[in-house]
């Protein structure tokens, strides 16, 4: 009696080392709202007409665009206004760099 075809399986299962390897790499599994629902697009236009200017670069007397919002704290999940602030790319991917290690910097969050 023959075989069935094998069929594809869209969901492999999930071993114990992949799903730390999806913890560690799932940025928005820590966020109360992920970047591309409404809400989230909405609070963004917020900040970034309330602070149209890069915090960081006017700490350095430079007048730069805020094009990103960045969680001061560095927790995704807390939206509230007063910890949320208006950074150009540069200054966005840079403070994100530090705060997780990345480019060969010591991690200092948690």
């Given amino acids: 009696m023959p075989y069935a075809t094998p069929r594809h399986c869209p969901m492999p299962r999930r071993t114990a080392v992949h799903q730390a390897q999806v913890q560690r790499t799932d940025r ?6 992920a970047t591309n629902c409404a809400a989230w697009r909405r609070l963004r236009a917020r900040v970034l007409t309330e602070q149209p200017l890069c915090a960081d670069c006017a700490k350095r007397n430079r007048i730069t665009a805020a094009t990103q919002v960045d969680h001061v704290d560095g927790d995704p ?21 530090r705060e997780q290690g990345g480019f060969g910097n010591p991690k200092t969050r948690t």
């Fill in 28 to 33: 928005q599994g820590k966020r109360t709202l």
């Fill in 77 to 97: 999940s807390n939206n509230e206004r007063h910890n949320l602030q208006g950074l150009c790319a540069s200054c966005h991917s840079s403070k994100t760099n």
